[in-house]
Nanobody, 127 residues
Framework: QVQLVESGGGSVEAGGSLTLSCAAT????????WGWFRQSPGNEREGVAA????????YYANSVKGRFTISQDNAKNTLYLNMTSLRPDDTAMYYC????????????????????RGQGTQVTVSS
């Protein structure tokens, strides 16, 4: 079991930046993939970014590639999502997630299906 708590959401103007944090507890040593996904009202969950713990490879949705960066601090058991050049269509509830099993295919697209997730943090981008 892994417990996840997100923080760092808020309101920002278009073009601005935010960094989300996700504090993890529990069986974090056995996590294969960390990730972030988002969901806005009326839309499906969208995988945003994923990080493979073995080797540190990262994967991003095309919609955020070049603007968002996923990273982790193992000493603090914390996952981050650094978001820059934010746009109004980035407005959503953002969730961090973890998988204790290998992930096949495109990891970033699989994040919404990861079995462990937090309660979410709201990001609102105004034009």
């Amino acid at each position: 079991q892994v417990q996840l708590v997100e923080s760092g959401g808020g309101s920002v103007e278009a073009g601005g930046s935010l960094t989300l944090s996700c504090a993890a507890t529990g069986n974090t040593g056995n996590v294969y993939f960390w990730g972030w996904f988002r969901q806005s009202p009326g839309n499906e969950r969208e995988g945003v970014a994923a990080l493979y713990t073995i080797g540190g490879s990262t994967y991003y949705a095309n919609s955020v590639k070049g603007r968002f960066t996923i990273s982790q601090d193992n000493a603090k058991n914390t996952l981050y999502l650094n978001m820059t050049s934010l746009r109004p269509d980035d407005t959503a509830m953002y969730y961090c997630a973890a998988s204790l099993s290998p992930v096949y295919g495109n990891p970033s697209s699989r994040v919404p299906a990861f079995p462990y997730r937090g309660q979410g943090t709201q990001v609102t981008v105004s034009s």
